[in-house]
């Protein structure tokens, strides 16, 4: 039998010990990680913040939250090794952090098989990528992306893409979306140094990011040499 | 509009103009052709549903084939006949395969409902099939003709 315990909260703005955030029965390490991970976040505004506490997990809610970004979702992931993901819940308008419990007895995995029909994916992303206008140079790059986007949205609602373009500068906005996780965030970041600027609004339930394959020559922030020719 | 400075010294003036290129949701099949039909279904499941004091919430198409989402919120308790109950009334307003996800955690049921396709095959997209691939035409005419001129090298 699961214990389901759940409680509403305010987060202060800036929280000195985790001692004063009245949370029964949460042994202190666990705690310790909550505590931190508002105190990461503590800096963005005002969070409510809930927590259902299963044998072998912690499922912290934080909702009241606008606008989140990639670098922020890091952070919070490198708060404790015990997070396992963080889930941006678009319908809910919540983030999701799921904390697994220090267990001594050794986890068998059962790997999930994949339920997204690859080569149509990949098929119908070039499909979409070649019946509109983007730049042949462009054209991998672009059907990798939407390729995650057909997969992480296989059996679900259909994402709708909306697209910005400024030569080879793209701007992407996602909306109906469901959710979204870090660990898929994280890929699309990984894909790349041309995908940046990764933003998340909860308010409307977008997600934005910019695509870019070249860099301003004004952006760029070596330190100017000056070079003699003789 | 992008500025920059450099020593004081205004040098490059950058207008970023983003013209509006894609506007469109990803999905594996043509959402124009059955967009009516599912407009129809979606009026359909929600009359249903209020019937029986149901709220329930249309969240948009599917990817892969066509049908729709839909949001069951705010249940606290539930009963499996009460659930089969719900399926029933999608399969009868003409659902071809409906799958069920409850969300302990939001006290969410999701019903996945994939509809008849809309799209009618027309009388000659099938035709193809019947046709044999260009080498085995081509033998059939060289054997035909061979026959007609009596040098068919197996039929002496």
Redesign the interface.
């Known amino acids: 039998m699961s214990l389901q315990i759940s409680e509403r909260n305010y987060a202060p703005s800036i929280l000195k010990s985790h001692e004063k955030l009245d949370m029964k029965n949460v042994e202190n390490e666990d705690k310790t990680i909550i505590y931190n991970l508002l105190h990461t976040l503590s800096r963005t505004g005002e969070i409510i913040f809930s927590y ?1 506490i299963f044998p072998k997990s912690i ?1 912290l ?1 934080l909702s009241k939250m606008q606008t989140l970004d990639y670098s922020m979702l890091e952070k919070m992931y490198m708060v404790s090794e015990r997070i396992e993901n963080i889930t941006i ?1 678009f ?2 308008k919540n983030v ?1 952090v799921l904390i697994k419990k220090r267990s001594s007895d050794t986890q068998v995995k059962i790997r999930k098989r994949d339920i997204c ?1 690859k080569r ?1 994916a990949e098929a ?1 992303a070039s499909n ?1 990528v070649y019946k ?3 730049r042949n140079e462009d054209k991998r790059v672009f059907t990798a992306i ?1 390729k995650h ?2 997969a992480w ?14 030569g080879d ?1 793209y ?1 992407v906005q996602v909306t ?1 979306l ?1 959710s979204i996780d870090y660990k898929k965030l994280r890929t699309l970041d990984q894909m790349g140094p041309w995908i940046n600027d990764m933003h998340i609004d909860l308010e409307s339930a977008v997600l934005s990011f910019d695509v870019s394959r070249t860099e ?1 020559i ?1 952006d760029s922030q070596q330190p100017n040499k000056k070079t003699k020719y003789i | 509009m992008q500025k920059s400075y450099r020593n004081g010294w205004k040098i490059v003036l950058v207008y970023r103009c983003f013209v509006k290129d894609i506007n469109m949701s990803l999905l594996t099949y043509k959402y124009e052709t059955e967009k009516k039909s599912l407009d129809t279904f979606v009026k359909q499941a929600t009359a249903r549903f209020l019937d029986k004091n149901l709220d329930l919430d249309c969240v948009g198409p599917l990817t892969k084939t066509p049908g729709l989402l839909f949001e069951l919120s705010n249940v606290y308790e539930t009963t499996d006949d009460e659930m089969q109950q719900m399926k029933k009334i999608f399969y009868d307003i003409g659902a071809r395969f409906v799958s069920m996800d409850i969300n302990s955690m939001t006290q969410t049921v999701y019903f996945s409902v994939e509809t008849q396709s809309a799209h009618k095959r027309s009388f000659c997209t099938g035709l193809y099939k019947c046709v044999p691939p260009l080498p085995i035409v081509f033998c059939i005419v060289l054997c035909l003709y061979k026959y007609q001129s009596g040098t068919m090298p197996l039929v002496s």
Request: aromatic content about 14%; proline content about 0%; charged content about 25%.
């Open positions: 259902k499922f809610t819940n319908r809910k999701v029909d149509m119908s979409f509109n206008n983007i939407i986007f057909f949205t296989w059996k679900s609602v259909a994402c709708h893409i909306e697209l910005e373009t400024e500068h701007k109906s469901m301003t004004n």
